[in-house]
């Protein structure tokens, strides 16, 4: 082999490396810890702010690195093919392109970038300086692939099309949850937050049937009685009907000026909105009204439940117990394996439960029973659905209060 064949595969190494640099690089820099960087650089790290304001400039990073890649790879198999060529005649093309091929692939792209990944915050800071160098240098042709880009991505672009959807917003979080950087706790925070605007009141209200209420006429021991049976702070008041709410009176006022005033003067004017207004659009409401609690209201004028403040919240955080309520577990497991179900429960929660996958119109257990049954049940009724064997347990005045969930074995 001639002093020539000595420096081209000299060359076809340096080119090869070189390859494995701007590999590793673009791992390194796309999979570094911003968090972690940003917090090196708000502590005074000055290579940290270097390195992330270079991660920042994304568009131009991987651009100077792309170009830099393809130049030397194309320059490695143009001076393979000539060298194989050289040595080969005719035959050495096919010997050049599978020789660079296996050859780039393993050492200029796969070793670099699994190294490269297992190292990204390391490796970033050590090829910092060369790295920038190159974008520098590369900064004309940067410019010219980006308005290339920006055309090409108008062009393309839809202009319904939402930059990060829901789902993929919720993926994110799931797989920052299971990657440890945030718990379980503000995982489930940040997925009610991201799923609040998809909620109506009809989701969270209390409905008609369970609203504890009091007569616009009632003695006031009547009304006392009923705050302490309760615990609630707030009652409606109604006058003809359930669908006549006239009024909401606040503990604290009635106590302060029952042997003063009547019902009537005590009360504050209701709330109201209509179904399907979205929780984040009432819970503007209720601030704006400075109010704890509004009337839903069906198409036709009657009164489907009542939303609080707490309801809506309590999407947001979870369950707010406070001192004075008892905390009854809606799926309750029992020894046969069977489950004993609140039918005030949230349907979801049984959908979730238990897996069905029927599309209903109800909102709770209760809903879903009637709608199974077609009729209003009696205790010891009976039904099937999606594979569960459902007894009715407890009836209430106008719902069904409990019921018992089997999973039929199956097949």
């Not at 209420?213 to 009923?226: E, Q, S």
């Amino acid at each position: 082999m001639d002093y020539s064949g000595i420096l081209t595969i000299a060359a076809l190494v340096i080119l090869v490396l070189c390859s494995g640099f701007f590999s590793s690089a673009e791992t390194a820099y796309t999979s570094i810890n911003r968090a972690r960087i940003k917090h090196m650089a708000s502590e005074g790290d000055r290579r940290a702010e270097k390195v992330l304001k270079l991660a920042e400039n994304y568009d131009n990073l991987i651009s100077s690195i792309l170009i830099g890649n393809n130049i030397v790879n194309i320059l490695a198999s143009s001076l393979a093919t000539v060298f194989f060529v050289r040595i080969m005649g005719g035959s050495g093309v096919s010997v050049a392109t599978a020789v660079m091929t296996v050859t780039i692939l393993l050492f200029g792209e796969v070793a670099p970038k699994s190294i490269a990944r297992a190292t990204s915050d390391r490796l970033a800071f050590a090829l910092y300086p060369a790295v920038n160098a190159i974008v520098k240098l590369l900064t004309p042709f940067n410019f010219l692939m980006g308005q290339w880009q920006k055309l090409v991505g108008r062009l393309a672009q839809k202009d319904d099309a939402p930059a990060v959807t829901e789902g993929e917003l919720i993926t994110l979080v799931e797989e920052a949850e299971s990657g440890g950087e945030i718990d379980e706790h503000e995982s489930e925070l940040i997925r009610s937050a991201i799923e609040f605007n998809d909620l109506n009141v009809e989701d969270v209200l209390t409905p008609r049937v369970d609203i504890v209420a009091v007569h616009v006429d009632d003695d006031m021991r009547t009304v006392a009685m009923r705050f302490s049976e309760s615990g609630y702070s707030r009652l409606p008041v109604y006058e003809d009907d359930m669908d006549d709410i006239v009024g909401i009176l606040h503990e604290k006022d009635f106590y302060r000026s029952r042997n003063l005033l009547s019902l009537r003067q005590m009360m504050t004017k209701p709330v109201t909105v209509m179904e399907g207004t979205h929780l984040s659009d009432m819970l503007k409401l209720l601030q704006r009204t400075k109010a704890h609690m509004a009337v839903v209201m069906d198409e036709y004028g009657g009164v489907l439940g009542i939303v609080t403040l707490e309801d809506i919240l309590e999407e947001l955080v979870g369950e707010i117990w406070d001192e004075h309520d008892e905390v009854v577990e809606e799926f309750q497991p029992m020894p046969d394996g069977s489950w004993r179900v609140d039918c005030s429960a949230s349907l979801d929660d049984l959908r979730e439960k238990f897996g069905l996958k029927g599309e209903y119109e109800s909102v709770t257990v209760n809903g879903w029973v009637l709608e199974a049954m077609g009729t209003f049940p009696q205790t010891g009724d009976r039904f099937e659905c999606e594979g569960l064997d459902v007894l009715i347990e407890r009836i209430g005045k106008r719902k069904v209060e409990w019921i018992r969930v089997r999973e039929k074995m199956q097949n």
